[in-house]
């Protein structure tokens, strides 16, 4: 029933421009585009009363005029007049409608906006918004953002202004557009491919749990993350997300924590907040995993999309410094995870390369692993194969710091430690300090390769942490294996056994 609203046939934009600094002569002109270019398989039209041609096509002058195909509508008119153009996409038998529109229950209007929803059921229309932005994908090409990509400054020159993130697996459903359209800038620069945005406004018909339920199935889609100010049906949430949590990982990051967050929620889409505590025990039970802020949500992002979820909390760290190690220990006690002292086989293999010279005389090997700055490349392929193989660590973290001298190719270090990781059902994760070239370049290959990178050690802890209480729920409901399974089948599907993973994460 959702499909037509991410694959459609035809989509007629209602209440396209001519004025090009309108939303709807924006959201037709990139529809147009991406049509022409091949990007979008679906035909355009533009509704509206008042105009002949725009951008040099035809317009309709009503729904009822328009072709058989059009099986979706992006409606861009004043919100008074939202209901007449309902009972003309309903008798017109279209039955997926994004509502751009605002002036409805965010505003006091929850009147005009139980209208529209009552018209659309009578047809059996389904609903995205109002007061959205609706949808964009780069795998269909469909693109409802009424922001353009450039904005042209004072210097004459053309700036990116809203970029679209690349093909990729993690799909971003945000109750906020001003919010959804920040996170996708903030993937854009990092790099994190997308499969579907959707930015859903009031909900007042299609909400978060029917978006996740489409979604579960979606193989495109190997991760979800969810911005969201409330829940109207907490019961549905936590069954539908209980299910959609078994087959891949939801993030949330919800807004609206403290009194005066919630007055905000409710004067943004007419959001009552609720008790955060009831939030949650609620993500608990469903197996979510809760974010605290963009970054956040984004550094669990790659994580989880990128990586097997962990059997256990016990970390393995392995640093060419000494400061970064103890940080990383510090953030990893704190959030609960562990730092074991390594003993037994692991200890006694560490030991042996470090009486034949392999590893610095003056390194200490108990855990963290400190190579110290005279660490080699080589010195840190030996130290992440035997923590991968040690039954006493479930997650390996690599400060790599690219600044010794023994490391001449960052590059090679990151690539030589995600072959590690092909081979390997234990997660890993990278981390090079610093913004210089050299680090850049370093967490880039460790990126496009399939190990999540950071540039600090506690964001890598912290994504370490979610791959923990993944991996957990899994196994409180006898599904970590049967995930394992699905994550490298699905892995090895779109990316091979050797290819790199290139922008699709």
């Known amino acids: 029933m959702l499909k037509p609203f991410f694959y459609p046939r035809g989509i007629a934009v209602i209440g396209a421009s001519r004025e090009k600094d309108k939303p709807g002569h924006v959201i037709f002109k990139i529809l147009l585009e991406n049509c022409k270019k091949g990007i979008l398989k679906a035909n355009v039209y533009a509704v509206n009363p008042k105009a002949d041609y725009i951008l040099g096509e035809r317009v309709y002058k009503s729904v009822l005029e328009l072709p058989s195909d059009v099986d979706l509508g992006v409606v861009v008119v004043p919100a008074k007049i939202v209901p ?75 700036a990116v202004s809203t970029p679209r993130p690349p093909k990729g697996f993690v799909a971003l459903l945000s109750q906020s557009g001003a919010v959804g359209t920040a996170a996708l800038d903030y993937m854009s620069g990092e790099n994190i491919g997308l499969s579907y945005f959707v930015s859903f406004g009031n909900k007042a018909d299609v909400d978060e749990n029917e978006l996740l339920e489409y979604l579960k199935n979606d193989e495109k889609t190997r991760v979800i993350l969810l911005y969201i100010e409330n829940i109207k049906n907490g019961r549905k949430f936590v069954e539908v997300a209980s299910k959609v949590s078994l087959e891949k990982p939801i993030i949330v990051l919800k807004a609206g924590r403290t009194e005066a967050g919630k007055r905000a929620a409710a004067s943004h889409t007419a959001a009552i907040a609720g008790v955060d505590e009831i939030y949650d025990a609620a993500f608990r039970r469903s197996g979510v995993i809760r974010a605290y802020d963009l970054e956040e949500l984004f550094d669990l992002a790659k994580a989880l999309s990128m990586q097997p979820p962990a059997k256990g909390p016990r970390v393995g760290i392995i640093t060419d410094g000494g400061g970064a190690g103890v940080m990383a220990t510090d953030m990893a006690e704190i ?72 490391i001449p190719d960052p590059i090679e270090l990151a690539r030589k430690i995600t072959m590690i990781s092909r081979e390997s059902r234990k997660p890993i994760i990278g981390v090079d300090t610093g913004w210089s070239e050299a680090a850049i370049l370093e967490r880039e290959e460790f990126d496009r390769r399939g190990v999540p990178s950071y540039p600090i050690p506690e964001r890598a802890i912290k994504a370490s942490y979610a791959l923990y209480l993944y991996g957990k729920y899994l196994l409180e409901k006898n599904a970590f294996d049967s995930y394992i399974d699905r994550f490298f089948a699905w892995k090895e599907k779109f990316f091979g056994k050797t290819s790199s993973i290139s922008s699709d994460f």
């Open 335 to 406: 959030l609960g995870l562990k730092v074991p002292e390594l003993k037994g086989e692991t200890r006694e293999e560490l030991e042996k390369l470090k009486e034949k010279g392999v590893f610095p005389e003056f390194s200490q090997l108990g855990n963290p692993v400190d190579l110290t700055g005279s660490a080699t490349t080589e010195m840190f392929v030996k130290a992440t194969e035997i923590l991968v193989r040690s039954d006493e660590i479930d997650i390996v973290v690599v400060l790599a710091l690219h600044q010794v001298p023994g």
């Open 84 to 158: 007449l153009v309902m009972e003309e996409v309903g008798k017109k038998g279209i039955k997926a409608v994004i509502i751009i529109s605002a002036g409805f229950s965010e505003v006091g209007r929850r009147d005009l906006e139980n209208k529209v929803v009552e018209i659309a059921r009578k047809y059996g229309t389904r609903i995205i918004g109002p007061n959205c932005i609706g949808i964009f994908s780069p795998w269909s090409g469909l693109d409802t953002i009424f922001l353009p990509y450039y904005k042209e400054l004072s210097t004459g020159k053309k």
